[in-house]
């Protein structure tokens, strides 16, 4: 299925809806197909095998979200044929979704009610088929309850939360209002009006890490967003966001993204590919 150019640039978008059955083993490559594949299993038995880790495949209450990006195999047990059923999408920011989920060692989610997620399945089929204007965007909302479904199993969407500390509010909007900058947490002690050891206790109880790392993994997000954007060298992305020399830049972005500018770039390029090659399909 080939998203419409708004569905791919501002919405959660369908790629595909799909039920198969698993008789012999069968291995995909990376980036065969883009997007990520939540899927839930009908009958049979089975086992994923996706970046080191395995997972065993059954029916009952768990779903699974597997980024398509990294190799995997389904493999049903001896003598069984695995059946399952599944919906592939994508959308802007899928990576940070895959980090918040905790990636491949964390793509089982145990949900108190899977039924909640097979209905979609058949209200986003029932949308397909008469895409009535508006379709897109119908499908997008269901797409994120299903996220938020999700978000609720992990406990990430936390009930009766207090609101955010006055100081901590002017830090997150000293970031939001120059977000390149490299802030450093005596940098943001003045604006939060409380001491360094104030700010840093009362940020932890806020948002159960360290502004530290926070700060990190913010600048990290933000080195994505330009990388991504093919017009600006790796040596223009180093200096908007104040680092003194590319090497530095590069330095930081495989510490904390785990590859170089140019494998992200790489990566990116290779997605596009794909989904053209599926847009053409």
């Known amino acids: 299925m080939s998203p419409s150019p708004l569905a791919r640039r501002l919405l959660w978008h369908l790629f595909s809806l799909d039920t198969s059955c698993v008789d012999k083993p069968e291995h995909h490559e ?26 065993e495949l059954r029916p009952g209450n768990c779903v699974w979200f597997v980024d398509m990006m ?42 108190e009610d899977v039924s909640t997620i097979q ?16 379709w897109e965007w119908q499908v997008h909302m269901i797409l994120t309850r299903i996220l938020g479904f999700l978000l609720s199993s992990r406990n990430l969407l936390s009930s009766g939360r207090l609101e955010l500390p006055p100081a901590i509010i002017r830090v997150l909007n000293a970031l939001a209002a120059n977000p390149f900058y490299d802030w450093k947490v005596t940098d943001l002690v003045s604006i939060a009006g409380v001491s360094y ?20 993994r913010n600048r990290l997000d933000q080195a994505r967003l330009l990388l991504s954007d093919s017009r600006l060298s790796v040596k223009q992305i180093a200096a ?10 590069s ?8 590859m170089s500018p140019s494998e992200f770039r790489n990566r990116l390029k290779a997605k596009k590919i794909n989904l053209l090659k599926n847009s053409d399909a």
């Open 30 to 55: 990376s980036f065969e197909k883009p997007g990520v594949h939540l899927f839930w299993v009908l009958s049979g038995k089975g086992v994923l095998e996706t970046q080191g880790h395995q997972y």
């Open 70 to 111: 990294y190799p995997r195999m389904y493999s049903p047990a001896p003598g069984e044929k695995m059946v399952k059923r599944g919906i592939r999408f994508g959308g802007p920011g899928l990576e940070r979704w895959h980090e918040e989920f905790g990636g491949t060692k964390r793509a089982e989610f145990i949900l």
């Open 119 to 134: 209905y979609t399945y058949r209200e986003i089929s029932q949308i397909l088929k008469r895409k009535a204007t508006g």
């Open 197 to 216: 050891s104030g700010l840093r206790s009362t940020f932890y109880k806020a948002h159960h890490q360290s502004l530290h790392h926070f700060l990190q």
């Open 240 to 249: 908007q966001m104040h680092f003194s020399s590319e090497f530095y830049f």
């Open 251 to 258: 330095h930081f972005f495989k510490k904390m993204g785990g």
